[in-house]
């Protein structure tokens, strides 16, 4: 892993949803150093987490990021080193005890030292950040497995050291924090293939060491000023 880094990403923090209404219920902890996933489940009332049976679950070599799909039946971790150059890993989820079981197939990826992983809104797609190869890896989620099929142009170029993707909530755009290059790359999202297209004008400068970027959703597009 690169130097610095375990002080950015030791650990990262996926929400699974489940039940009707919707409701948060598990919380998975990719913990690097360990080599495996923290399950726990939530405390409606007050938040508290507690660790269910079979969890840590193991994660390849160094897991770094953790997503769930918006069904909640699916994680998948990006780990960043892996002796076997496949360092995505999925698992279904199970819905009444949150336990993690591997997808078969698993591990997938086109080669290690993934640094982030993503779910677009849709449930389709699956996009990770390859920081080693300076570009981002798309993959198609099967709705019933789980398993994942490499998109068609994938892997697509970013610039160096890609670190974080945020997809925004309409799944029309995404966008890829550059580490090493102070800059954010952007691309639009073909909602039925999930290939990505560079937007023009990307990518757009940022301050040194980008390392983490987020897609923020404001509630009718006005502004909240002024007299109703």
């Known amino acids: 892993m690169r130097a610095g880094s375990t002080l950015w990403a030791a650990l990262a923090i996926a929400v699974s949803l489940f039940a009707s209404p919707l409701r948060a219920q598990f919380v998975y902890v990719a913990n690097y150093h360990d080599n495996n996933v923290s399950g726990y489940t939530i405390n409606p009332s007050t938040g508290a987490l507690t660790a269910f049976a079979g969890s840590p679950f193991p994660a390849g070599s160094g897991p770094i990021s953790v997503a769930v799909d918006p069904s909640g039946m699916f994680a998948y971790v990006a780990a960043d080193v892996s002796p076997s150059h496949s360092s995505l890993f999925g698992y279904r989820i199970n819905p009444s005890t949150g ?10 990826g086109q080669g290690p030292s993934y640094d982030f992983v993503a779910v677009d809104p849709s449930g389709k797609f ?8 300076g570009k981002v890896e798309g993959y198609r989620i099967n709705p019933c497995t789980g398993a994942l099929t490499a998109i068609a142009g994938s892997p697509f170029i970013t610039d160096s050291d890609p670190t974080s993707i945020a997809i925004d909530p309409s799944g029309k755009f995404a966008y890829v924090a550059n580490g090493e290059s102070d800059n954010v ?11 990505l297209t560079a937007i023009a004008g990307s990518p757009f400068p940022t301050g040194v060491t980008p390392f983490s970027v987020a897609v923020a959703r404001v509630q009718g597009g006005g502004s909240r000023g002024g007299t109703r």
């Open 126 to 133: 699956v996009y990770a950040a390859n920081w080693l190869t």
């Open 99 to 108: 336990a993690l079981t591997a997808i078969a197939g698993s591990p997938f």
């Open 185 to 195: 790359s952007g691309y639009r999202i073909n909602r039925r293939t999930g290939v």
